[in-house]
């Protein structure tokens, strides 16, 4: 098969050579490669295989959950920056007006502590867990253990470090 592609590759080789200006060269197959999808897909179709890589068919992990989830927060404080930035033009008024406004409602302050907490939170997750990779992208703590001892340090420090920022 290896000496079929080679042979197949010096004859357009030449051929390019041979022609001014170049033309694409296509060499015939015994099957055309719609048909050779068709007939992978059909093969799976009869089979019931899934799609892959397909989520259910893996035990879920830390690391993939972790990494899920950086993804989301990275997505998220992307978003609420961009939402923030587009209120703060958009709504009339300076910064004291609307602390003013928040003051006003008169909320619990359980209730503000588990608002700061939530916005603490993708906060301090995506920047651990970016410490993290950066530890990775130093070539440390890719063994399977480290990688799940890592994972529960960094779940742990946010957890703390978000409840300590929302307490302020």
């Known amino acids: 098969m290896a000496l079929l592609f080679r042979l197949a590759g010096r004859h357009c080789a030449r051929?390019?050579?041979s022609a001014f200006p170049l033309q694409p060269c296509s060499v015939a197959m015994a099957t055309s490669a719609k048909k050779e999808m068709d007939t992978f897909w059909d093969k799976n179709t009869q089979l019931q295989r899934p799609l892959s890589p397909h989520v259910s068919i893996y035990r879920w992990s830390v690391p993939?959950?972790?990494s899920i989830t950086h993804r989301g927060t990275g997505v998220a404080l992307s978003g609420g920056v961009s939402a923030f930035a587009l209120a703060a033009l958009l709504f009339p008024g300076d910064f004291a007006t609307k602390l003013e406004f928040v003051?006003?409602?008169?909320?619990?302050s359980t209730?503000?502590?588990?608002g700061k907490f939530i916005i603490a939170w993708p906060f301090m997750y995506?920047?651990?867990?970016?410490i993290r990779h950066l530890a990775?992208?130093?070539?440390?703590g890719f063994k399977i253990p480290q990688?799940?001892?890592?994972?529960y340090f960094v779940l742990a420090l946010t957890f703390i470090t978000a409840g300590i920022v929302a307490a302020l």
Do not use: P, T
């Open 15 to 17: 051929k390019q050579l």
């Open 64 to 66: 993939m959950l972790m």
């Open 103 to 108: 003051k006003n409602l008169e909320l619990n």
């Open 111 to 114: 209730l503000i502590y588990m």
């Open 126 to 130: 995506h920047s651990w867990n970016g």
């Open 136 to 140: 990775w992208d130093a070539g440390k």
């Open 147 to 151: 990688v799940s001892q890592s994972g």
